[in-house]
């Protein structure tokens, strides 16, 4: 009987070990961020169709620089653009582009701008590293049938 009971101790003892041993080094992974998807992430802009970004950056201030990519089917104007925690239509600028200031982007052109992020009502500063999460307005008209139009797009951006 008790090299049964002695049996059973060293097996307990030993998976027991093991255990605390697997849930230590879990521990030190989650703490060291392993397990945080959005630290692998690298910025995203999500327009609707023709449109893209390919490359956009933050600084601390809030000022976003981004490549627009302009794939419609139309030559079009953009008039005024904006950036916000919020989808709504404040605090858009005109593009500084004289003698109309607008911006004509042919099929399949792109243009650089930088544009300041609000956080509602005041202008989004952030420390580097953190996220900023908000949206992408861009009015434009197209040129080829006079419409004005808006369209808004989604933001994931690491502040550098």
Known sequence: MPLKLQSAMEYLMTYGWAILIIAVAL??????????????????????AGFSCPSLSMSS?????????????????????????NSTIINMQTPYNPPSNQITLQIGAN????VQC?????????????DFNG???????????GFPQTITGKLFVRIA
């Not at 521990?27 to 910025?43: C, D, E, K, N, T």
């Not at 981004?66 to 904006?82: K, V």
């Not at 949206?135 to 049938?145: C, K, M």
């Open 27 to 48: 521990g030190a992974l989650y703490g060291l961020g392993v397990f945080s998807p959005g630290r692998f992430l690298g910025s995203q802009c999500l327009l609707p």
């Open 118 to 130: 609000y956080s509602g009502a005041s202008p989004f500063s952030g420390s580097p590293g953190t």
């Open 111 to 114: 243009y650089t701008f930088t």
């Open 61 to 85: 201030n809030g000022l976003l620089t981004i490549n627009l990519l302009q794939a419609t089917d139309a030559p079009i104007n953009i008039t005024a653009y904006g950036c916000n925690t």
């Open 135 to 145: 949206y992408l307005i861009i009015n434009y008209t197209n040129l080829i049938t």
